[in-house]
T-cell receptor
Framework: AQSVAQPEDQVNVAEGNPLTVKCTYS??????LFWYVQYPNRGLQFLLK??????LVKGSYGFEAEFNKSQTSFHLKKPSALVSDSALYFC????????????FGQGTTLQVKP | DAGVTQSPTHLIKTRGQQVTLRCSPK?????VSWYQQALGQGPQFIFQ???????QRGNFPDRFSGHQFPNYSSELNVNALLLGDSALYLC?????????????FGPGTRLTVT
């Protein structure tokens, strides 16, 4: 069965520092991976996806993610954090059925302090 | 271009009652998926509708049912509400592409069961 793990409940970084939010996955076959962000009382906003190709994926708001097949990881990164990046981040993997349903991790709260 | 819209924003119901939540997909999208997000958890897949039929169902009881209309909008119905049904209900839309493209999420409906 497909699954996603986000090992950190919360990540704290100072504004201007690089940030990393970790995600590992377990799938049969090739993984289709996604990152979403959720602000308080809001729905999920798409950040980026990995389907195939280059292991470094660039997304919205300066975020990028690195796909590592040998480590089954898909960590979200940003070179310089902003206070406005503070939010709840979800990693998701596409189910291998024909519907593309998403299986989400538990989420990681990112706190960026001035 | 309107994104995914959901109504109502908030809802308070009593145990045993029935509720209907509504979703309008993003323009150009024909597939609607529903997710339940309990407090502090990642979203859990309820079901997906495509061409007015339920295409896949997650691990939710029959009390959860849905419908898709010819204009691709969708409803989620929950009967015999339990306290544990309290959650944020998210609607996501996509094109019938089997999940290779990202799903766009609405702002959600916050359901409180007392």
């Amino acid at each position: 069965a497909q699954s996603v793990a986000q090992p950190e409940d919360q990540v704290n970084v100072a504004e201007g520092n690089p940030l990393t939010v970790k995600c590992t996955y377990s799938v049969s076959g090739n993984p289709y991976l996604f990152w979403y962000v959720q602000y308080p009382n809001r729905g999920l906003q798409f950040l980026l996806k990995y389907i195939t190709g280059d292991n470094l994926v660039k997304g919205s708001y300066g975020f990028e993610a690195e796909f590592n097949k040998s480590q089954t990881s898909f960590h979200l990164k940003k070179p310089s954090a902003l206070v406005s990046d503070s939010a709840l981040y979800f990693c998701a993997v596409r189910d291998t059925s024909n519907t593309g349903k998403l299986i989400f991790g538990q989420g990681t709260t990112l706190q960026v302090k001035p | 271009d309107a994104g995914v819209t959901q109504s109502p924003t908030h809802l308070i119901k009593t145990r045993g009652q029935q509720v209907t939540l509504r979703c309008s997909p993003k323009s150009g999208h024909d597939t609607v998926s529903w997710y339940q997000q309990a407090l502090g958890q990642g979203p859990q897949f309820i079901f997906q509708y495509y061409e007015e039929e339920e295409r896949q169902r997650g691990n939710f009881p029959d009390r959860f049912s849905g419908h898709q209309f010819p204009n691709y909008s969708s409803e989620l119905n929950v009967n015999a509400l339990l306290l544990g049904d309290s959650a944020l209900y998210l609607c996501a839309s996509s094109r019938g592409d089997r999940g290779l493209l990202e799903q766009y999420f609405g702002p959600g409906t916050r359901l409180t069961v007392t």
